[in-house]
């Protein structure tokens, strides 16, 4: 993953920020719409959802790709973002914050690439507070029809460039203890999906 994001890590704005836009500012909406709070970004990535958040929430965002850091952090200095309080370089499967550190959390295009999409879940669910908000917003694999079959054709050859367009919602969820609040289909052609899970009381 860190080789496959240090190549995109360069051209990703421009490759991948458009058609990911839509999705990436339902999901900033869902964050911003919560009472204020400290949030986790699982995988923030060059920082292109940071400076749409509401200037009283403060981010802590994680990505694995140092590359990628560098170019959020940039964003950051460049637009003056005071509610950013750190980017740090951490595995979402493991990481470095205390139980109930957040009382929120967001993943964005991030759990069909992590090698454990339920331990990085189960991470969050530690790290949230309880009865917190996890989001997600993902492409998730059709259960049939002509999508399904274009993605398990596409699947070999994306899984180069460090995305699964085969993933399956099961997989992140299964035997998780979040419960499952709702599913919104985004834009393009609700390609992605944010979904909305509640850590336990």
């Not at 360069?10 to 709070?37: C, H, K, Q």
């Not at 949230?128 to 029809?145: D, K, M, Q, S, W």
């Amino acid at each position: 993953m860190r080789l496959a994001y240090r190549r995109w890590a360069g051209i990703y704005d421009t490759v991948f920020g458009g058609v990911s836009r839509p999705a990436r500012m339902r999901a900033v909406a869902a964050v911003n719409a919560l009472p204020p709070g400290r949030v986790l970004e699982v995988g923030v990535g060059t920082g292109l959802a940071l400076p749409h958040y509401r200037p009283e929430i403060s981010v802590v965002g994680i990505d694995l790709s140092a590359e990628m850091l560098a170019k959020a952090r940039a964003k950051v200095a460049a637009e003056r973002l005071k509610n950013v309080e750190a980017l740090l370089e951490m595995d979402a499967q493991a990481l470095e914050f205390p139980d109930a550190s957040f009382d929120s959390a967001v993943g964005m295009f991030v759990a069909s690439v992590v090698p454990d999409a339920r331990a990085m879940l189960a991470e969050l669910v530690r790290v949230v507070r309880p009865g917190g908000t996890i989001l997600f917003v993902n492409h998730f694999r059709a259960e049939g029809g002509p999508r399904w079959a274009i993605e398990r054709a596409m699947a070999p050859f994306s899984r180069r460039l460090g995305w699964h367009p085969d993933f399956a919602e099961s997989t992140l969820l299964a035997g998780a203890s979040a419960r499952v609040l709702g599913r919104e289909p985004c834009t393009p052609f609700g390609l992605f999906t944010l979904l909305r899970l509640a850590t336990p009381r």
